[in-house]
C-alpha cells in the first residue's frame, strides 16, 4: 500500500530560527497533503494543508510547499516559538483517507 | 463545544475483556474515520462511514473488532477478547463529504486503552 516517509524524526532548534520537516511518497494519484499537530494526550490538529493545484501556500508562521514531480512536501515554521513544540504529522490523500507518515517531535528551546 | 468528542478519555481493562469506544462527530459531518495510534507512530486507519453506511475496513481490523454508525450520527468502536496488543490510542475523526476530492478531517482527543 501506499507509504510516507517523513524526515526528520526528531528535531530542536533554539527559538526563533526555522524548521523544516520532509516527507515524500510514491503514489502519484495522490492530491491532497495536510499537516497535522499532535500535543501530549490530544488528538491531532490540523494546521495546514495542500492540493496538488498548487505548489505553495502559507498561513503567518507556517508555509508548505508541494513538488508532485519529485513526490515530496515540507512544512516550514519560521520564528519558532516554544509553543510550537510536538509532534508533527504529514499525511496524504489515498482513497477516501489520510495515510500518515511516522511524525516528527519538535522541540523549541527559549 | 463543536468538535469531535470521544468518550471515555482513558480506558483500563484485563486481557479477555470487551470495551466499547463512543464517537460523536461534528453534527453535520456525514463521514466518520476510526484510527489507531500506538506510541511513536502515526494515527492507522481502521474503517470509516459515510452517513450510517461502513464503506472501508482496514486489514488491521481483525473480526474481534466491530464499528457501527446505526443513524449516521455518533459511532460505536468494540474490541472483544482484548490483548495486550490492543492497547493503543482509539481516534475518531469526522468530515464533510461534499464533491470529488478528499475533505478537511478534524480529530478528537482519543481514547487511551490500556489492556493488562
Known amino acids: 500500500g501506499e507509504n510516507v516517509e517523513q524526515h526528520p524524526s526528531t528535531l530542536s532548534v533554539q527559538e526563533g530560527d526555522s524548521a523544516v520537516i520532509k516527507c515524500t511518497y510514491s503514489?502519484?494519484?495522490?492530491?491532497?497533503f495536510p499537516w497535522y499537530k499532535q500535543e501530549l494526550g490530544k488528538g491531532p490538529q490540523l494546521i495546514i494543508d495542500?492540493?496538488?493545484?498548487?505548489g505553495e501556500k502559507k498561513d503567518q508562521r507556517i508555509a508548505v510547499t508541494l513538488n508532485k514531480t519529485a513526490k515530496h512536501f515540507s512544512l516550514h515554521i519560521t520564528e519558532t516559538q516554544p509553543e510550537d513544540s510536538a509532534v508533527y504529522f504529514c499525511a496524504l490523500h489515498n482513497t477516501d483517507k489520510l495515510i500518515f507518515g511516522t511524525g516528527t517531535r519538535l522541540q523549541v528551546f527559549p | 463545544d463543536t468538535g469531535v468528542s470521544q468518550d471515555p478519555r482513558h480506558k483500563i481493562t484485563k486481557r479477555g475483556q470487551n470495551v466499547t469506544f463512543r464517537c460523536d462527530p461534528i453534527s453535520e459531518h456525514n463521514r466518520l474515520y476510526w484510527y489507531r495510534q500506538t506510541l511513536g507512530q502515526g494515527p492507522e486507519f481502521l474503517t470509516y462511514f459515510q452517513n450510517e453506511a461502513q464503506l472501508e475496513k482496514s486489514r488491521l481490523l481483525s473480526d474481534r473488532f466491530s464499528a457501527e454508525r446505526p443513524k449516521g450520527s455518533f459511532s460505536t468502536l468494540e474490541i472483544q477478547r482484548t490483548e495486550q496488543g490492543d492497547s493503543a490510542m482509539y481516534l475518531c475523526?469526522?468530515?464533510?463529504?461534499?464533491?470529488?476530492?478528499?475533505?478537511?478531517?478534524?480529530f478528537g482527543s482519543g481514547t487511551q486503552l490500556s489492556v493488562l
Open positions: 475523526a469526522s468530515s464533510l463529504k461534499t464533491g470529488t476530492g478528499m475533505e478537511k478531517l478534524f
Open positions: 503514489d502519484s494519484a495522490s492530491n491532497y
Open positions: 495542500i492540493r496538488s493545484n498548487v
